[in-house]
């Protein structure tokens, strides 16, 4: 029987450290832009970075201790250079490229492929990853700029000098102020308050009574019902909210509290049918039919048995419905008034007419409020996989 070779560790000076040098070098080129010399930062970058590879890998073995002494260095480097805000850089491109030499120091970047697998192919594994961190950053970026931003001491959209060197009296919590103290805001937060609860409701109901009755086998013509009813996902949404205008229009309803709960109804039942349908693919069927057998009536069979089974896919929809009427502004732009102006609505108009940086206060407690609900949703789904047992409790 072959015994299985250990992976030997790279070579250092033709591997590791020609790597993070160019590492380092990316990141002394944007220091060097900041100070004046893009072509200075990325040759000091190169040489700082490869000896800081030679070092820690042939002086510090234990990978903790030498990231650590890795972000300390250029932590002390970033503060000299621009005090604060460099000390936070620094240490954190310092963590960064410590990490990098040990990840390929010792021969980590080969996890994940198979031990058979050639240069070319862990080449692959690894830059596939990589393109997927920076589509991640690429969607998370503009989120983790407003965040800061909306503590702006001052009525600007932009970072001041003052918040880039991290001076405390830079910062402020006035936005925040100005947003629970704000009549305009208020009214607009309560509208949302109102409306959004009530669409999600209409829309968890009727959306789990189509995704039930479309998982009959015996329901004609259910893939085209399927189509017409998830269809407010798949055309634009200008589209749809025009033709919600001019039907709205003649039935009385456009620009009234019913008008909008139905208008966003609408756009959320589509969420509940798919969340609700996935959920019932691993339902067992045999469980209504033994429900029956045992005398209990379709009404009862439903709220005992199959609604537990499926209330975390159900949840996971009517969370989906929540958050997509909490945001949406296209829709109640058409079929609302003035008297529906929702939170989206009033942050648009604070974009259109006036410039308020409340905007970006209001903009961060969305973000809060959607992680929340994102965090619950991924809870519900690990909850729902344990009750099917396609997880491990």
């Not at 250029?74 to 850089?89: W, Y």
């Not at 080449?123 to 702006?152: D, E, Q, R």
């Not at 479309?214 to 013509?221: G, I, M």
Request: hydrophobic share 55%.
């Amino acid at each position: 029987m072959a015994l299985i070779q250990p992976i030997k560790t790279p070579p250092l000076t033709t591997f590791t450290v020609p790597f993070v040098a160019a590492l380092a070098a990316f990141f002394g080129l944007f220091v060097g832009i900041a100070n004046g010399s893009g072509i200075l930062g990325l040759l000091v970058g190169a040489v700082i970075g490869a000896a800081l590879a030679y070092g820690l890998c042939t002086f510090v073995p234990d990978k903790r201790t030498g990231t650590l002494i890795s972000a300390a260095i250029f932590a002390v480097v970033g503060l000299l250079l621009a005090g604060l805000s460099g000390l936070l850089g620094g240490a954190i491109i310092g963590f960064v490229l410590g990490w990098f030499a040990y990840w390929l120091h010792t021969g980590k970047y080969r996890n994940g492929v198979p031990i058979y697998s050639t240069p070319r192919e862990t080449l692959w594994h690894n830059t596939y990853k990589f393109i997927c961190g920076l589509i991640f950053f690429f969607l998370i970026a503009p989120i983790l700029t407003v965040m800061p931003l909306s503590f702006n001491a001052e009525n600007f959209f932009t970072f001041t000098p003052g918040m880039l060197a991290l001076d405390p009296e830079a910062y402020s919590l006035k936005h925040y102020r100005d947003f629970f103290s704000n009549p305009d805001w208020q009214q607009a937060l309560r509208n949302s308050v109102q409306i959004a609860p009530a669409a999600t409701l209409l829309s968890v109901s009727l959306g789990t009574l189509a995704a039930i009755g479309l998982s009959q086998p015996h329901v004609p013509f259910r893939r085209a019902i399927m189509a017409i009813l998830i269809s407010p996902m798949i055309v634009p949404l200008i589209i749809s909210a025009a033709g919600m205008y001019f039907f709205y229009s003649r039935i009385g309803l456009q620009g009234t509290y019913v008008g909008v709960v139905l208008a966003h109804a609408a756009l959320g039942i589509p969420f509940v049918i798919i969340t609700v349908t996935a959920t019932l693919v691993g339902f067992d069927d045999s469980l209504t039919r033994a429900a029956a057998n045992m005398g209990a009536n379709p009404v009862t069979t439903f709220f005992k048995v199959q609604m537990p089974l499926i209330l975390p896919g159900v949840i996971s929809g009517g969370l989906f419905a929540f958050i997509t009427s909490f945001d949406e502004v296209v829709v109640v732009l058409f079929v609302g008034s003035v008297g529906q102006k929702t939170l989206p609505w009033q942050m648009f108009t604070g974009l259109r007419e006036q410039i308020s940086p409340t905007i970006l206060a209001v903009a961060t407690i969305l973000v809060g409020i959607s992680i929340l609900l994102l965090t619950t949703v991924e809870l519900l789904r690990r909850r729902s996989e344990r009750m099917r047992g396609m997880s491990p409790g």
